[in-house]
């Protein structure tokens, strides 16, 4: 019989800058769109604000009530960061010296992180997916999110000095290599007991893909049962 296997499904809200279209004024729809589509089919998701879109969302109530709601029906609030340095653009904000320099600097890695927490002051935001130098890491994130495969178990690990839970993903839009929903049905037949289900998407990209990731939640829902909030899948709990 194979093993029950957890999923969790990560959605990075880009920092992008008009014209590159993936900026949250562009993609807030999308990403609303997301939502629902995952509600039907009762997944939760791990949505990972940039401080642009914190920003964005702190400008506008009606938006701060609809994360409200989101998270109230069962979705997690998380961390996204582009470094100093990264190449998809950084997002303006570094605990790196030299980037206080630089024209587009907006702040320290706190000041980014506190644009995302601070349009839910109430719902703790623990997990986070970045690139960059490990002197941007908060110690409030206790999971990280990265690249490295679909299937992981969750392993401790130290970033900034802080003892994290590790879990990888891979994507299921956008790229050439994103994984198909029978890929996903594969995985979850494969396996191994302890394992981690780990699919990541990017907002602007679920327009032209949203049928595949619509079909990758019904895989998920036959198979291994609706995606979780990846803090609750490694909190162990039911
Ligand atoms: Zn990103």
């Known amino acids: 019989m194979p093993a029950s296997v957890r999923s969790f499904i990560i959605v990075h809200c880009e920092p992008g800058l008009p014209p590159d279209g993936s900026h949250p004024e562009a993609q807030w729809g999308n990403l609303a769109h997301l939502v629902s ?17 914190g920003r964005f969302a702190l400008q506008w109530p009606n938006l701060r009530s609809t994360l409200a709601r989101w998270i109230a029906s069962g979705h ?61 890491w908060s110690e409030d ?17 130290t970033v900034n000095g802080c003892e994290v839970l590790a879990v990888t993903y891979e994507p299921i839009a956008g790229s050439g290599s994103a994984l198909t929903p029978a890929d996903v049905r594969d995985l ?12 990541v998407l990017h907002v602007e990209h679920v327009r032209a893909s949203w049928r595949s990731v619509q079909a990758v939640m019904y895989e998920l829902v036959g198979g291994a049962g609706p995606s979780e909030r990846l803090s609750e899948v490694c909190d162990g709990g039911g």
Not at 38 to 51: D, G, K
Not at 81 to 106: I, K, L, M
């Open 37 to 53: 589509m995952a509600e039907a089919q009762r997944c939760n998701l791990t949505i990972a604000l940039s401080p642009p879109w």
């Open 76 to 136: 997690e609030l998380a961390y996204h960061h582009h470094g100093y340095g990264s190449p998809p653009g950084w997002d303006g904000f570094s605990n790196v010296p030299a980037a206080a320099a630089h024209p587009e600097y907006r702040g320290t890695a706190e000041d980014g992180f506190a644009l995302v927490t601070a349009t839910l002051p109430a719902a703790p935001v623990r997990v986070g997916a970045m690139t960059g130098a490990a002197s941007d």
């Open 141 to 157: 994130l206790t999971i990280r999110a990265k690249g490295g495969g679909a299937l992981s178990v969750p392993t401790l690990e």
């Open 188 to 199: 979850i037949a494969t396996a191994r007991d302890g394992e981690v289900l780990g699919l």
